[in-house]
T-cell receptor
């Protein structure tokens, strides 16, 4: 069955450093991969989408890579700030009309001042 | 339109009672999803609507759960004979900006506590 794996333990990063989160998937060949941010008690909020034919996507301090050979996506936050502390979820999506996203469990990121 | 709205935000109920949640999606979105989320887990898919048609329902979903989306607008999720294991955050999301890419917009969720 399709499986999405994200760092299960919280990631503690010093303010100003780059945070890197990993998303691995198995038994799946997604055409797109999305990253969302979720704050406690709130719904997820869309951040970035990357397509299978794109190696890298950037938005301000965020960067996402997508390696279809390794079946992995990396999510980077550069110059991290305490306000970046949240849980980050990855969600691959197929290319057919089945719109369902397959959700990872998320990685909790803590940026220490 | 200010986004996806869910009501109530919190619901406390006794085991065996029925509960109903409401979701108002972004008005121009034709797709609507219900998810359940427990602490430390990602959203778990429950069901999906395209306009008023319920196209998919999780095989893991008990018959006690039912959802409707009359006229393809708002949606309701009902849980009958609630059990303590139903305690979770229930999230609603809508989408429809693109035919292929499904960027989902979530509401703030309804937190259910079954005593």
């Amino acid at each position: 069955s399709q499986k999405i794996e994200q760092n299960s333990e919280a990631l503690n990063i010093q303010e100003g450093k780059t945070a890197t989160l990993t998303c691995n998937y198995t038994n799946y060949s997604p055409a797109y991969l999305q990253w969302y941010r979720q704050d406690p008690g709130r719904g997820p909020v869309f951040l970035l989408l990357i397509r299978e034919n794109e190696k890298e996507k950037r938005k301000e301090r965020l960067k996402v890579t997508f390696d279809t050979t390794l079946k992995q996506s990396l999510f980077h936050i550069t110059a991290s700030q305490p306000a970046d502390s949240a849980t980050y979820l990855c969600a691959p999506q197929g290319s057919d009309s089945n719109y369902q996203l397959i959700w990872g469990a998320g990685t909790k990121l803590i940026i220490k001042p | 339109d200010t986004g996806v709205s869910q009501n109530p935000r919190h619901k406390i109920t006794k085991r065996g009672q029925n509960v109903t949640f409401r979701c108002d999606p972004i008005s121009e979105h034709n797709r609507l999803y219900w998810y359940r989320q427990t602490l430390g887990q990602g959203p778990e898919f429950l069901t999906y609507f395209q306009n008023e048609a319920q196209l998919e329902k999780s095989r893991l979903l008990s018959d006690r759960f039912s959802a409707e989306r009359p006229k393809g607008s708002f949606s309701t999720l009902e849980i009958q004979r609630t059990e303590q294991g139903d305690s979770a955050m229930y999230l609603c999301a809508s989408s429809g900006d693109s035919l292929l890419v499904d960027i989902q917009y979530f509401g703030a969720g309804t937190r259910l506590s079954v005593l």
